[in-house]
């Protein structure tokens, strides 16, 4: 029997394979080579799965792309955001300013008489050490003060030391502001007592209710008296009036700008747009919209040359967002125009669409810094209005008015109005053809929910009879008009982004149904083939134990 000649011929139910033969055939070789060919299907429709998941990845990339450009935009869409402004005092030592977008440029006089400040008051008698004793009655004894017209009681313990009471003061819970420490001269340490609040409200007193020896009301000297700051802007308040504050930072006098009050004087603050500051917020508008640009084309570029496209190559949910973004960059603002605005358009100031074919910039945004500067220092609002106006509306004439806008509801653009007045009332009215709501015995027309002007209110000033077409414009800047594409882009649920992964995941998780039914087929296929060339290396076997057997047989006869 050549047994030496065989791997293995055991069954594969017991977990072991064969390799091969006494015969030479090498049935695992063979078996290897039948799971693989029925295992390039597989393959196959891993590859494919790949496919589908990179396509998925590839929309959540452009989805977290236009989710930070939307977050972008919306810290540049009003105008106050947009449209920054630098402040100059004359004078720092008096004052220095700071303006946000809220303020208007020009120069405003100051002039302040007094700064506002806190209460300070020190002992008139010191002590030779920190440890000295300041209670030695032998029993507890109190230190009362009074702030802000609260009265505060400490109670101070026999043998108590300086340290202590310094201690004790800063330490009370019902203490709303007032800071104890120790001042050294050299010779001996003195109690000093602080408000930590500017403004004559902000008093400070030694209570006569205090029974701590040497710590009364006349113990104490006031080094420095709690006041309002004083101060005049544009010489008002007239004559020796003043405008008091608590405190020596002033938000709430001059709109946009911040006040440091530091010294007494007078001079001058001059508030300029910061063109600087803008044509950086633009830059970084370009710039943004840039990266969702590139990202597109990379995303659908075609190679002409090989005649291959990339991963989303004609994909129209990327055509779509690519559209979009071409005609918000290049077309008018939503509800601008030429006879009312002077400008209309990114163009105007500088951002254009590179159309140079071969260019490294091609197909992307491009700023000229020079010409948005010139628009800045001619017309910085019109500029401010064209990038970040927030529903920003007007008429053609006195005889109506823009009132306002429903948020969310209202669209911005340009509306056609018509209303009939009789009997001086409104009795008919329309915006762009369709009905628009009339409040009954007033001057007031609305625009009906369902239509663009939804909302939208406007309010008649001419009453007399006749009938009366004008046009309304409402106006949304550019980035407050991409903000609301992006919303819709990328909305979770409804978004073309988000329908495209969930259509992808779909087909992902079909194919993966088909990988898994298909190893689980070739597993057993596997399992069946080992067992049919187990049974046929076992007959093998016997029918070379039998060979050997008749050998041996036939030698014996010799």
């Avoid at 104490?220 to 709690?226: A, L």
């Avoid at 010294?263 to 970084?284: L, Y």
């Avoid at 990327?318 to 030429?338: K, V, W």
């Avoid at 064209?386 to 653009?413: C, E, H, P």
Wanted: charged share 15%.
């Amino acid at each position: 029997m050549a047994i030496g000649d065989v791997t293995s011929g055991l069954s594969t139910s017991g977990g072991i394979y064969f390799t091969g033969l006494g015969s030479g055939t090498d049935f695992d070789s063979l078996i290897s080579q039948l799971v693989a060919v029925e295992q390039a299907r597989v393959t196959t429709y891993q590859t494919w799965q790949t496919t589908w998941e990179n396509k998925k990845t590839a929309m959540q990339e452009l989805n977290t792309a236009m989710l930070s450009l939307r977050t972008s935009l919306q810290d540049m869409d009003s105008v106050n955001e947009f449209l920054q402004k630098s402040a100059t005092a004359s004078d720092t030592d008096v004052l220095t300013a700071t303006a946000s977008g809220a303020a208007d440029t020009g120069t405003y006089t100051y002039s302040v008489s007094q700064l506002a400040q806190n209460k300070v008051m020190v002992t008139a008698s010191g002590f030779s050490a920190l440890t000295s004793t300041v209670n030695s009655t032998g029993s507890t004894t109190s230190f009362v003060y009074t702030y802000n017209g609260e009265t505060i009681s400490n109670a101070v313990p026999a043998g108590a030391s300086l340290r202590d009471l310094v201690n004790i003061i800063n330490a009370d819970s019902a203490n709303t502001g007032v800071r104890a420490s120790t001042i050294y001269d050299g010779s001996n340490y003195y109690l000093q007592l602080k408000g930590l609040d500017t403004g004559e409200a902000y008093d400070l007193a030694i209570s006569s209710n205090t029974t701590l020896s040497g710590f009364d009301a006349s113990a104490f000297n006031t080094t420095q008296e709690n006041q309002d700051a004083k101060f005049k802007i544009n010489g008002w308040p007239l004559s020796n009036a003043y405008i008091s504050r608590d405190s020596n930072t002033v938000t709430d006098v001059i709109d946009g700008i911040t006040l440091s009050l530091k010294g007494t004087g007078s001079g001058t603050i001059t508030v300029e747009t910061d063109v600087d500051a803008v044509v950086e917020n633009v830059q970084d508008f370009v710039d943004q919209v840039n990266t969702v640009k590139e990202l597109l084309q990379e995303l659908t570029e075609y190679d002409s040359t090989t005649e291959t496209g990339s991963i989303l190559t004609g994909n129209y949910g990327l055509q779509m967002i690519e559209t979009m973004l071409d005609n918000i960059t290049a077309a008018a603002g939503l509800g601008f125009s030429a006879d009312r605005d002077s400008i209309i358009s990114l163009g105007s100031v500088g951002v254009t669409t590179d159309t140079v074919e071969g260019s490294e910039t091609f197909g992307m945004l491009v700023l000229d810094s020079d010409l948005l500067e010139s628009m800045l220092t001619s017309n910085a609002y019109a500029v401010g209005k064209l990038f970040a106006a927030q529903y920003v509306g007007d008429t053609d004439s006195a005889d109506i008015n823009y009132t306002s806008y429903v948020d969310g509801i209202t669209k911005a653009g340009t509306y056609d109005v018509t209303y009939t007045v009789q009997g001086g009332q409104i009795v008919a009215a329309s915006i762009d053809g369709r009905a628009a709501n009339i409040t009954s015995n007033s001057s007031t027309i609305t625009g009906q929910y369902g239509t663009d002007a939804a909302g939208m209110v406007l309010t008649v000033g001419n009453m007399n009879d006749g009938v009366y077409k004008h046009t309304v414009n409402l106006r949304l800047g550019k980035a407050g008009e991409m903000v609301d594409q992006l919303a819709d882009l990328t909305n979770s649920t409804t978004g073309p982004l988000a329908i495209l992964e969930d259509n992808y995941s779909t087909i992902s998780d079909n194919i993966q149904t088909k990988i898994d039914n298909e190893t689980l087929r070739i597993a057993r296929m596997e399992t069946r083939l080992r067992d049919q060339y187990s049974r046929l290396d076992t007959l093998l076997g016997q029918y070379d134990q039998l060979q050997s057997s008749l050998e041996s047989q036939l030698a014996q006869l010799e």
